[in-house]
């Protein structure tokens, strides 16, 4: 499946920005679809996670109460809300998509074998 990740930007500290994950070549029925986040410097982490059939959300806990993961099956399309931005939301933000994910490895990179681009998300202070 190919993924097209969308929506970053600069935004001050305390603002909002909503990502989108669109796919094409095949729907994500059957997926866990993930965003993850690498900042300049850092390793990428994970950030937050849906499982397509059934809804399933797994937050990291940095964002969790601030980011909203959802989905549109009709336009195959995921969805990362993100509230409340902090400075060291500062990242590039990559969507995933991986089959037959387990709960136990959802969090893990390995698990997804289809990588958007990235998109740059900004927070100034």
């Known amino acids: 499946v190919q993924l097209q990740a969308s929506g970053g930007g600069l935004v001050q500290a305390g603002g909002s920005l909503r990502l989108s994950c669109a796919a094409s070549g095949r729907t994500f029925s059957g997926y866990a679809v993930a965003w993850f986040r690498q900042a300049p410097g850092k390793e990428r982490e994970f950030v937050s996670a849906?499982?397509?059939?059934?809804?399933?959300?797994w937050y990291a806990d940095s964002v969790k109460g601030r980011f909203t993961i959802s989905r549109d099956n009709a336009k195959n399309t995921m969805y990362l809300q993100m509230n409340s931005l902090q400075p060291e939301d500062t990242a590039v933000y990559f969507c995933?998509?991986?089959?037959?994910?387990?709960?136990?490895?959802?969090?893990?990179?390995?698990?997804?074998?289809?990588w958007g681009q990235g998109t740059q998300v900004t927070v100034s202070s």
């Open positions: 995933a998509a991986g089959r037959n994910t387990i709960s136990s490895m959802i969090r893990v990179q390995r698990s997804y074998a289809d």
């Open positions: 849906i499982r397509w059939s059934g809804g399933g959300t």
